[in-house]
């Protein structure tokens, strides 16, 4: 098995694995779930690293590819009708949880089912003999059935152990006693010299027994369970979960929206342009952060949310170099863990604990006041990023650490090279463009409730055209994959569904409403419970 196979090279461990996956996948077939009739099934998965990391140290094995997390095991179900739920609801098993719980769990189970069967055959074969046992046992009495189940030495009703070789029964207490004093049996003294604790037989009750199916099913049942606690693989484009605004409806009424599913293509070159007028004007336009500098880099920070939706490239892992790329002006790396929080947002809109755009309950207890409104706004920035960090936090991967890398190697250039003015005005204009500016009303207008029982905002104003359409927010949660350039089709192709609700046509106004309005504080937001699916 693998654990044999860590002496051979990176791509014999490899062949070994795939082959105890498959040989594991045969056996999951055989044990459906009762009440759904679902079978486990298991793919090999590996991150992008893993072929550079193949290609630099062929000569070793999987072990220390699959400590760092570069391979891993990915496990989904298939259903009786063949519908699977591979690509949209798998769990993720280290190579380390795969051989040692999941592979031998599936041995047992299939050791179970072949002893099942061979109980089976023998007792077809001792049914002539139960008859006439019985008879014999109808014509004992009660006391000699207490003499059956009493240790022949002490005359206890304990439990008992019987000799593999004459069969005669003495309680285990009575037995160790007597096996230190002599070598025969106490009744018939027949030699005990060969006899391991291994032999003996244990007496029991035909109530004691259980029966096997019971026990495979048991068995069954904790391998389910093991594998639910399994960390979820929630994917790049899936957002299945939170379906607002009639998704649906409006698909069915309007099939032609789905044309305008795909990758923007005006993505690269709009960054391009950003980038390279901030990066031209990190001296010159130092003192006038606030209205040029917070601009382009509030572009930029929404230009990494269309490319977590992956609208710039069809190819995720492309979508993640653009967004470490449009993430350097911003000076804090953000992106990758952006991507990660916020297809969360998508998939568990306003489910707490789930959702981190929705504030903490200490900030709803402490913004109570106009004074307390104004600041948070100010900071509101540090909230968003922070927030995820104490509500709930994630172990970084890979991607995390490359954005990191590459975005601490950019800042430490900029001090060394042109001084910490220009390293600051970095910061400055990425602060002070999410906080008390215009263009950070969005992060207020999108789902702060003004409006009983609407829960979602849009925006149809001209700062969209530096915003990447993000005003469009109910269209942009309905259709995500929709980049936002073409989002304003979606309201001109279904209109019934967009123009009876509320919207705005100023962030700064949104903002003075929020900071004003006693009635409107961080926990105007609307909630909702996670619906309770059967996997």
Request: aromatic share 14%.
């Amino acid at each position: 098995m693998y654990i044999g196979s860590m002496r051979k090279s990176f791509k014999d461990s490899l062949k070994v694995l795939e082959a105890d996956i498959q040989h594991a996948n045969t056996l999951a077939s055989d044990f459906p779930r009762e009440y759904d009739g679902a079978c486990l099934q298991m793919r090999m998965s590996y991150s992008p690293a893993a072929h550079l990391f193949l290609f630099l140290v062929q000569w070793t094995d999987c072990h220390l590819a699959g400590a760092l997390g570069l391979l891993r095991i990915l496990i989904y179900k298939v259903y009786v009708d063949g519908t699977t739920t591979m690509s949209t609801h798998e769990r993720k098993a280290s190579i380390r949880e795969f051989y040692a719980v999941i592979y031998p769990s599936l041995l047992q189970l299939q050791r179970g089912v072949t002893d099942t069967e061979d109980k089976k055959q023998k007792a077809v074969c001792m049914e002539r003999y139960r008859r006439r046992e019985d008879e014999e046992y109808r014509q004992l009495t009660d006391v000699d059935f207490e003499r059956e189940e009493e240790c022949g030495i002490c005359m206890e009703m304990n439990s008992k152990i019987v000799l593999p070789n004459c069969n005669h029964a003495m309680c285990l207490k009575c037995y160790r006693e007597w096996r230190t004093r002599s070598q025969s049996c106490p009744f018939c003294r027949d030699s005990l010299k060969r006899v391991n604790s291994g032999d003996l037989w244990v007496y029991t009750d035909s109530r004691d027994i259980i029966d096997m199916a019971t026990v495979t099913r048991e068995n069954l049942r904790r391998l389910f369970m093991y594998i639910d606690k399994l960390p979820l693989i929630v994917p790049d484009t899936i957002f299945d979960t939170y379906d607002s605004h009639l998704r649906r409806q409006i698909l069915s009424k309007y099939p032609q929206i789905k044309e305008l599913f795909g990758p923007d293509p005006f993505a690269f070159v709009k960054l391009w342009t950003a980038t390279s007028l901030h990066d031209a004007g990190w001296l010159k336009i130092l003192a006038v952060a606030y209205f040029f500098g917070s601009f382009l880099n509030h572009n930029l920070f929404l230009a990494i949310h269309e490319l977590s939706h992956n609208l710039a490239f069809s190819t995720p892992v492309y979508n993640r170099w653009l967004g470490i790329f449009a993430n350097l002006p911003i000076g804090v790396p953000m992106s990758v863990t952006f991507q990660k929080y916020h297809l969360e947002h998508h998939r568990f809109q306003g489910v707490d604990g789930m959702d981190m755009d929705i504030p903490s309950y200490t900030e709803a207890h402490v913004v109570t006041n106009v004074v307390a409104k104004a600041i948070w706004v100010i900071f509101q920035l540090f909230f968003y990023a922070l927030r995820p960090l104490f509500l709930k936090p994630k172990p970084p991967g890979y991607w995390e650490f490359i954005n990191f890398t590459i975005q601490i190697g950019l800042d430490a250039s900029m001090v060394y090279i042109w001084g910490w003015k220009s390293f600051a005005y970095l910061i400055l204009s990425t602060f002070v463009g999410g906080g008390m500016h215009p263009m950070a009303g969005h992060f207020i207008s999108e789902h702060y409730v003004f409006k009983p029982d609407q829960e979602t905002y849009s925006y149809y104003g001209p700062l969209n055209l530096l915003t990447w359409s993000v005003g469009y927010h109910n269209e942009h949660h309905d259709f995500p994959r929709i980049p936002g350039y073409k989002l304003h089709k979606v309201k001109e192709i279904a209109p019934e569904y967009y123009e009876g609700l509320e919207s705005y046509k100023s962030w700064s106004q949104v903002i003075y409403m929020y900071i004003m309005d006693r009635t409107v504080g961080p926990f105007s937001r609307m909630k909702r419970k996670l619906a309770k699916k059967s996997e």
